[in-house]
């Protein structure tokens, strides 16, 4: 992704960044302090080396110190509890899922953990060694609130940084909307550096801090809107009508609806949100609701099956073809078998300019004129 125009300047900068990661970040001086004992689940495989671990405790340890010093913004601490080696319990089922990862790594993973070796009253994370291009890591909050990393990724060898964006997942922080300048739960995008730390908000720490004070992991709250049609909505989160909600304003039978709704928008409930980033959020939100009933009528035996992707998922696609970072996909980073980019790429380059290369721009224009269908691979 080209984050700065020339490569000296892109050094300077990342120096700058690193020696100093905390300039104008927010302020929390007067904080109390949180621990939070989390457990290390190393895991062994003698038949998928992807999950075999090869990190030394040394090496853990150095990790969540590098962890810490983000979230020392929001006065946590991780605190390792016990690096417990731990064998995969179903490897096949793995390195089935990683065939075609896209909804099934999540479950094929869960099936290699013993509730044995879970921290009952803490937090744990499980590391293998390579998710390969599939995904830097990810919090499972249905199955006990359990992160997944990796020492390896879509990039290679992982930043600390990775861990700390899955170990804000666990306190309740979604992935951005609005905040940007390489803040720390970015999915990706042109401001989002490769940084072992990484700057968070004010609001999220709130949010954060909120959960790590039950010392457990964040569940998320199933919530009934008032209201389905957008326009309604808002007039039940907007009740003086001056084009700002605040959760306060919110009639209190809707109080927790709304606190969820500005969570979602990595707001803290004593924050606002306008109308215009609330028509942003409604899009987005609908956007994937469609495409998540596309997705079941595929997989209820539909027409083709497969799961449908609309431009939310270019984030992660960037993030993993783009190996140059130089903002576009060319047809060699896209060949990878059973991926989306693969498999429409000569017809979004032939829709586009028809250069040879995809811009985020032109995946845009292309998922949302047609969102595109992943066929399962048999």
Known sequence: ?????????????????????????????????????????????????????????????????????????????????????????QPKAFAEAMKNPRGRLARALVSNISEDDLLPSGFNVFIAEDYEKSMGGVFIPQEKGIVFYAKRGPKGDQTPAVLAHELGHALGLPHTIFEKNNNLMMGSGPERVPTPTKPITASQIKIARAVAETGKPFSPKQTRGPAQQPQLLWSFLDTDNDDVMTASEVDPKHRDFAVEFLRKASRSPSDSLTREEFEQINQQQRRQRQIAQRSRNGQDGGSGGGRTWGPEIIPQMFSRFDANNDGYITREEASRPGSLVNANFETWDQATDQDGRLSREEVKERLTAEPATLRPTR
């Open 1 to 89: 992704m080209p984050y700065l125009p020339a490569k000296s300047i892109c050094s300077i900068a990342l120096i700058l960044t690193i020696g100093a990661p905390f300039s104008g970040f927010a302020e929390s001086n007067s904080l109390d302090i949180i621990t939070l004992p989390v457990r290390v689940l190393r895991m062994n495989s003698e038949i998928d080396h992807r999950l075999d671990c090869s990190l030394s405790d040394a090496e853990i340890r150095e990790q969540f110190a590098t962890v810490n010093r983000t979230w020392n913004q929001a006065k946590i601490v991780w605190a390792i509890e016990s690096i417990v080696d731990v064998r995969a319990e």
